[in-house]
């Protein structure tokens, strides 16, 4: 049997690609000694073949959305942030850990997030003239796991009186389905698949 008699080859599913391509430059970290172990995500920054595909990957759930901004908190939801605001041709917004905002504290909004999962409670925050009222607002995030970042961003974003339009983010770890709904979470895969 010829090669014309097999048909035309199977085309490749970019999606599929993207998976194996994170999972294979991925890594979970731990010492013996540790109780838990720590994902190691660099990787994906490393490999300009992964970096080039997730901005339209995590672009992609909110193509049929109007969106006019993107948050994310800093630094890999500013990393990620800016690649799906390239994406969307919309601006980000930088959501600032601890924030310092010195002489002008009346500019920026700012929230408490619930415990993460290092039982901690940040402070986020942005400047109130980068998210003007009436925008609409997708965070963007490499991982969500308690959501207590994106639970403090939206209460920011619903404080500056724009819209909330969800979360794209690379890990879904989160347990509670409820918070996820809430949040409005779309992400490339669980933390399950990993």
Known sequence: MGTKDRGPRPRADPDAQLLSDLRAAFRWLSDRTDDRYAAEPTGWWAD??????????????????????VVGP????????????????????????????????DRWLTARTPPDYQD??????LRRDLLPSGSRVLFVD??????????????????????????????????DARLRRH?????????RDL
Not at 51 to 69: M, T
Not at 144 to 170: L, N, Y
Not at 183 to 191: D, K
């Open 120 to 125: 901690r409670n940040l402070r986020l925050g």
């Open 74 to 105: 800093e630094s890999r939801g500013g990393l990620l942030g800016a690649l799906v605001a390239l994406e969307l041709d919309v601006g980000l917004v930088e959501l600032r850990k601890d924030p310092e905002p010195s002489t002008d504290s």
């Open 142 to 175: 490499d991982w969500i796991d308690t959501g207590g970042q994106a639970v403090a961003a939206r209460k920011i974003v619903e404080s500056a009186g724009a819209t909330w339009c969800g979360a794209s983010v690379i890990v879904d770890a989160l347990t």
């Open 48 to 69: 300009a073949s992964i970096l080039r595909r997730l901005g339209p990957a995590l672009a992609e759930p909110s193509r049929g959305s109007v969106i006019s901004h």
């Open 183 to 191: 949040l409005a979470v779309n992400s490339i895969f669980r933390e």
